[in-house]
Every structure is written in structure tokens, then in C-alpha cells.
């Protein structure tokens, strides 16, 4: 059973456009945010991480959005590029311990 | 600039038989993390290491064994392969503490025949 839930598996944009990728959870002990970035052949990479106090961070063309309410947080890539194809995941953390737990990951195309 | 090393890129073997996946980092990290990566499935956390000697184990250790005898070493072991333990093996690190980044190595390839 996973403790965060990641949508869609897969998703295909063209060039400038803002793939989005969702992410729910349940443990409301959870307070960390990060999502990783993996490209082909290589380890997952930190991209952006929040903490539930905010309701948005960006980096770059990277943006986090926060609902605490409805536990769910999700990425958006603006003006994307064929540079950011890779498969991204989201994750969790709470205070208890040092143990990420990962949501099911999303790849992400952009055709150029 | 952080670098962890996988021994491996890529492994094949015999059912039944012991694997040795190592993980070496150079930035002094406490924490050591061991996940396999599947399709759809995401990482799940294996085992980790907050010191030498020291470990804990994370969400599927069932079949799997690690050693640290050193701080920058970190071993997972199958004991005796299976075809369902063929994956993508991740090794992690960060500096002790909640909240920091753990820094991945390239992964290791296992299939088990």
C-alpha cells in the first residue's frame, strides 16, 4: 500500500507547455515535501521541496502548489523543455525518522 | 560535489546464488540508505544506516541483509537470490539530521536468472 499516491504514470507534452504532476498522501505526520528529478541512467536528484507551511514554492520554471487541507501537493513545469524529459517522483517525510517514502513516479516527454 | 559510487552499472545472476551490491560515498555523510526502484512503484526504502554498524530496516527488507563497517561503505546483500529480487538497486547518503538531501548513486541493475 502506498502512503503517497502519485498521477499520471506517464504524460507527453509539446515544447512551452506545463506538464502537471500530482501527488496525494494520507499520514497527516508527514511535513517535508521533495520532489526528485531522474534522468535515463542516472540516481533521482533533488528538484524542489516544501514544507506544509507555504502554499507555493518556486524554483526557476519549477512550482510547487501545497494543499493542506486536502493533502495533496503537485508539481508544474512551466514553459517546459525537451530537457526535462525524466521521470520525476514526489515524496514525503514526517519528523519521525529520516525515511522518505516515494510516490509511484511520473515520466515525463516533452516533445520539442 | 557529492559523489556516491555503485560497484555495479549492471548484474546478472544464477537463482539461489549471494549478491554483494556496494555503495561508497566521499562526503562524510552519517546516513546511508539502500532502495529498489520499480515501475509504478517508486523507491522503497530496504535498509539504512544512520552510523557504522548501525542499521535499520525500511519498508521491504524481507530477503535482504546490509553491513557498514565504514563510515563511507555501505553493503546490501541477497543472501540467496530470487527472480522476484531482480531490480533497479539505488544507494543513498545525506548528512545526519532530518530534512537534508540524500544524494543518489547511479543504481545497479540486478537481474536474477
Known amino acids: 500500500q502506498q502512503q503517497v499516491k502519485q498521477s499520471p504514470q506517464s504524460l507527453i507534452v509539446q515544447k512551452g507547455g506545463i506538464p502537471i504532476i500530482n501527488c496525494a498522501y494520507e499520514?497527516?505526520?508527514?511535513?517535508?515535501f521533495p520532489w526528485y528529478q531522474q534522468f535515463p541512467g542516472k540516481g533521482p536528484a533533488l528538484l524542489i521541496a516544501?514544507?506544509?507551511?507555504?502554499s507555493e514554492k518556486k524554483e526557476g520554471r519549477f512550482t510547487i502548489s501545497f494543499n493542506k487541507s486536502a493533502k495533496q501537493f503537485s508539481l508544474h513545469i512551466m514553459d517546459s523543455q525537451p530537457g526535462d524529459s525524466a521521470t520525476y517522483f514526489c515524496a514525503a517525510l514526517g519528523a519521525a525518522g529520516n525515511k522518505l517514502t516515494f510516490g509511484g513516479g511520473t515520466r515525463v516527454l516533452v516533445k520539442p | 560535489d557529492v559523489k556516491v559510487t555503485q560497484s555495479s552499472r549492471y548484474l546478472v545472476k544464477r537463482t539461489g546464488e549471494k549478491v554483494f551490491l556496494e555503495c561508497v560515498q566521499d562526503m562524510d555523510h552519517e546516513n546511508m540508505f539502500w532502495y529498489r526502484q520499480d515501475p509504478g512503484l517508486g523507491l522503497r526504502l530496504i535498509y539504512f544506516s544512520y552510523d557504522v554498524k548501525m542499521k535499520e530496516k525500511g519498508d521491504i527488507p524481507e530477503g535482504y541483509s546490509v553491513s557498514r563497517e565504514k563510515k563511507e561503505r555501505f553493503s546490501l546483500i541477497l543472501e540467496s537470490a530470487s527472480t522476484n529480487q531482480t531490480s533497479m538497486y539505488l544507494c543513498a547518503s545525506s548528512l545526519a539530521g532530518l530534512y537534508n538531501e540524500q544524494f543518489f548513486g547511479p543504481g545497479t541493475r540486478l537481474t536474477v536468472l
Open positions: 516544501i514544507r506544509p507551511d507555504v
Open positions: 499520514n497527516t505526520a508527514f511535513d517535508y
